[in-house]
């Protein structure tokens, strides 16, 4: 693997943008295990001067975690406890960010506004600590104390990975998709603390297994063990997973009576002995204990009478699998974004798209394939959809980067059974067009922030398109044109491609002139913060307005003027009321 990184790192891309190997290696990380693109990666290091121990700052929000990153390129040698001992300087300056920020460097500052917004959300705050070889004896001492510390803080908890050999080639392997998504593990079971048996023509094991052989189990921290859950982990901050992560630090010999346990499926489940067999494994209760459990890997190695019950059922069909997923949920509270799949207004709001577009289709699940006979530009995935929905018809392009507050916060407003079918095409067009103005070449030459914030940006881009309707047609800013007669009217006279480069023109140049604004003392503009506050509506609005009066203005575009308003004046009829969600 540290041949791989030394041989990668020698490209173009890398010796341009980044001034040594150790930040080259973070970029290497950023880009091959998060699949970030290039300005994504470079818009996230941090390394240099007055970098208060932080390389690199990826906060993921589709996830909602903040990934704080320190990397060690070291060849041969195991690593010490200097790296951690930065790390948790890096964690207690955090708990001060306006003091941290007022010697940090202009790319930290920056990027520590955007960390104090997710905090503010309750983002899960994860440090990674990078080292391609491993770490010695003494470094594994002090990881366990540093790891109790940083996990069992009340005011300010998170966790810390390490990432050594073997988990970055684990990370690398699952980021290439050649790990086998069925995952297949052996679990040693403890004699006289198991059972076998068969219920409803379903094998079953019930076995108590040690808290220290669950860190074992593959596929935790990447969440594959949970695909067939009901939801991902709710973060250390979660107050049923304070009182795990309590007990295993005060009292883990109790930890088996006061947990619920386990409950994991499997394909086929074979016991020889004490060894367990399980091919496609998934836990389908557990996602939050698990989570926390390997969070606290150090002090649950050294537990010896620390025990979880187990449930393993081998259920090949689905059907009955998804039953037990969701069932044996219910003692939680599971949040409606969990389960929105299989919402009514989401079933009939599919069924009617594909009823009125044959070879349509509509994609509700997450993970599900559209079938081979439907057309790639008559598909799109509820999650997109609701991104398009979000950013049209409420006006509110600074909330779609979040799935979470579209299919918890705002769904009763953006998911309506009636919302006919043509204006669910019409949106998938339209984002189609723009997104195809997003890519590596930057056709539009956008600002590098913009592409850097590709998993957001592109749908402030899709609102301006809908601003243009209401500034040429002078309606209030409550209303919003409907998008079946914005794409005709664009379609029609061939000004499709032009008015969706034209927007982009028009956001490129809201962040300019944002960024060019005074700020306060001590603060450093931040084009992610920008992205997701209102204001950044307010500068689009300006800047197609701007635009507008310029075609009239300058010799030479009267004609390009005059052709736009033609094509773009509509009815009053054609627009509708802004769907409120805020």
Same mark, same amino acid.
């Given at each position: 693997m540290i041949e791989k990184i030394e041989n990668d790192i020698k490209e173009t891309y890398y010796a341009k943008n980044y001034a040594n190997d150790g930040q080259r290696f973070i970029?290497?990380?950023?880009?091959?295990?998060?699949?970030?693109?290039?300005?994504?990666?470079?818009y996230c290091i941090t390394d240099g001067a007055d970098d208060k121990q932080i390389d690199a700052v990826y906060i993921d929000d589709v996830n909602s975690v903040i990934h704080i990153i320190q990397g060690k390129f070291y060849r041969t040698s195991l690593v010490d406890a200097e790296p951690l001992r930065e790390v948790l300087s890096a964690w207690m300056q955090l708990k001060n960010i306006?003091?941290?920020?007022?010697? +940090?460097?202009?790319? #930290? @500052?920056?990027?520590?506004?955007? &960390?104090?917004?997710?905090? *503010?959300?309750?983002?899960?705050?994860?440090?990674?600590?990078?080292?391609?070889?491993?770490?010695?004896?003494? +470094?594994?001492?002090? #990881? @366990?104390?540093?790891?109790?510390? &940083?996990?069992?803080?009340? *005011?300010?908890?998170?966790?810390?990975?390490?990432?050594?050999k073997d988990e970055l080639i684990r990370r690398y392997d699952i980021a290439l998709g050649q790990e086998n998504p069925n995952i297949e593990y052996t679990l040693e079971l403890t004699n006289g603390k198991f059972l076998n048996m068969k219920l409803a023509n379903v094998n079953v094991v019930l076995a108590a297994i040690p808290l220290k052989e669950c860190i074992k189990i593959p596929n935790i921290k990447d969440g594959a063990l949970f695909k067939k859950n009901v939801r991902q982990s709710l973060g250390l901050s979660n107050q049923v997973n304070k009182g795990i992560k309590d007990t295993i630090y005060n009292d883990a010999n109790n930890f088996f009576f006061y947990h619920n346990g386990i409950t994991a499926i499997c394909s086929k489940m074979n016991l020889k002995e004490n060894n367990l067999q399980l091919k496609g494994l998934s836990v389908v209760n557990g996602c939050q204990s698990l989570n926390t459990i390997l969070s606290c890997s150090e002090k649950v190695k050294e537990e010896n009478e620390a025990y979880i019950m187990?449930?393993?059922?081998?259920?090949?069909?689905?059907?009955?699998?998804?039953?037990?997923?969701?069932?044996?949920?219910?003692?939680?509270?599971?949040?409606?974004?969990?389960?929105?799949?299989?919402?009514?207004?989401?079933?009939?709001?599919?069924?009617?798209y594909e009823q009125k577009y044959s070879n349509g289709y509509l994609i509700t699940k997450r993970g599900e394939v559209k079938p081979a006979s439907k057309d790639d530009n008559y598909v799109i995935d509820i999650e997109l959809l609701g991104k398009y929905l979000i950013s049209?018809?409420?006006?509110?392009?600074?909330?779609?980067?979040?799935?979470?507050?579209?299919?918890?916060?705002?769904?009763?407003?953006?998911?309506?059974?009636?919302?006919?079918?043509?204006?669910?095409?019409?949106?998938?067009?339209?984002?189609?067009?723009?997104?195809?103005?997003?890519?590596?070449e930057n056709p539009l030459g956008l600002n590098e922030s913009l592409l850097a914030m590709r998993a957001y940006a592109p749908y402030h881009h899709l609102y301006a398109i809908s601003l243009f309707f209401s500034i040429i047609n002078g309606v209030p800013g409550e209303a919003v044109i409907n998008p079946v007669v914005a794409l005709s009217k664009l379609e029609q006279n061939n000004l499709?491609?032009?008015?969706?480069?034209?927007?982009?023109?028009?956001?490129?140049?809201?962040?300019?002139?944002?960024?060019?604004?005074?700020?306060?003392?001590?603060?450093?503009?931040?084009?992610?913060?920008?992205?997701?506050?209102?204001?950044?509506?307010?500068?689009?609005?300006?800047?197609?307005?701007?635009?507008?009066?310029?075609?009239?203005?300058?010799?030479?575009?009267?004609?390009?003027?005059?052709?736009?308003?033609?094509?773009?004046t509509c009815d009053i009829k054609d627009f509708e009321g802004r769907w409120t969600a805020d």
């Amino acid at each position: 693997m540290i041949e791989k990184i030394e041989n990668d790192i020698k490209e173009t891309y890398y010796a341009k943008n980044y001034a040594n190997d150790g930040q080259r290696f973070i970029a290497w990380y950023l880009r091959n295990i998060y699949n970030l693109d290039e300005n994504q990666t470079k818009y996230c290091i941090t390394d240099g001067a007055d970098d208060k121990q932080i390389d690199a700052v990826y906060i993921d929000d589709v996830n909602s975690v903040i990934h704080i990153i320190q990397g060690k390129f070291y060849r041969t040698s195991l690593v010490d406890a200097e790296p951690l001992r930065e790390v948790l300087s890096a964690w207690m300056q955090l708990k001060n960010i306006s003091k941290m920020q007022e010697n +940090a460097n202009s790319i #930290l @500052k920056q990027k520590l506004y955007e &960390i104090s917004n997710a905090i *503010d959300e309750e983002y899960d705050i994860d440090f990674e600590l990078l080292i391609p070889t491993g770490l010695t004896d003494s +470094a594994k001492n002090d #990881l @366990k104390i540093f790891q109790e510390q &940083i996990t069992t803080s009340e *005011d300010f908890s998170a966790t810390l990975s390490i990432i050594d050999k073997d988990e970055l080639i684990r990370r690398y392997d699952i980021a290439l998709g050649q790990e086998n998504p069925n995952i297949e593990y052996t679990l040693e079971l403890t004699n006289g603390k198991f059972l076998n048996m068969k219920l409803a023509n379903v094998n079953v094991v019930l076995a108590a297994i040690p808290l220290k052989e669950c860190i074992k189990i593959p596929n935790i921290k990447d969440g594959a063990l949970f695909k067939k859950n009901v939801r991902q982990s709710l973060g250390l901050s979660n107050q049923v997973n304070k009182g795990i992560k309590d007990t295993i630090y005060n009292d883990a010999n109790n930890f088996f009576f006061y947990h619920n346990g386990i409950t994991a499926i499997c394909s086929k489940m074979n016991l020889k002995e004490n060894n367990l067999q399980l091919k496609g494994l998934s836990v389908v209760n557990g996602c939050q204990s698990l989570n926390t459990i390997l969070s606290c890997s150090e002090k649950v190695k050294e537990e010896n009478e620390a025990y979880i019950m187990f449930r393993f059922y081998e259920v090949p069909e689905r059907e009955r699998g998804d039953k037990i997923s969701t069932s044996t949920n219910s003692q939680s509270a599971v949040k409606a974004r969990d389960l929105r799949s299989n919402d009514k207004r989401v079933l009939e709001m599919k069924k009617t798209y594909e009823q009125k577009y044959s070879n349509g289709y509509l994609i509700t699940k997450r993970g599900e394939v559209k079938p081979a006979s439907k057309d790639d530009n008559y598909v799109i995935d509820i999650e997109l959809l609701g991104k398009y929905l979000i950013s049209w018809h409420s006006q509110r392009p600074n909330i779609a980067y979040s799935p979470t507050k579209i299919f918890d916060k705002y769904f009763d407003q953006l998911f309506k059974k009636d919302y006919e079918p043509e204006k669910i095409q019409s949106l998938n067009i339209l984002g189609r067009e723009v997104m195809n103005k997003w890519t590596k070449e930057n056709p539009l030459g956008l600002n590098e922030s913009l592409l850097a914030m590709r998993a957001y940006a592109p749908y402030h881009h899709l609102y301006a398109i809908s601003l243009f309707f209401s500034i040429i047609n002078g309606v209030p800013g409550e209303a919003v044109i409907n998008p079946v007669v914005a794409l005709s009217k664009l379609e029609q006279n061939n000004l499709l491609n032009y008015v969706v480069r034209l927007a982009g023109n028009c956001l490129n140049m809201a962040l300019d002139n944002a960024s060019n604004e005074p700020q306060i003392a001590n603060r450093v503009f931040s084009p992610q913060n920008w992205i997701k506050a209102k204001k950044s509506l307010t500068d689009i609005r300006n800047a197609i307005s701007s635009t507008i009066n310029t075609l009239k203005m300058i010799p030479g575009s009267e004609d390009i003027y005059v052709k736009l308003k033609q094509a773009l004046t509509c009815d009053i009829k054609d627009f509708e009321g802004r769907w409120t969600a805020d």
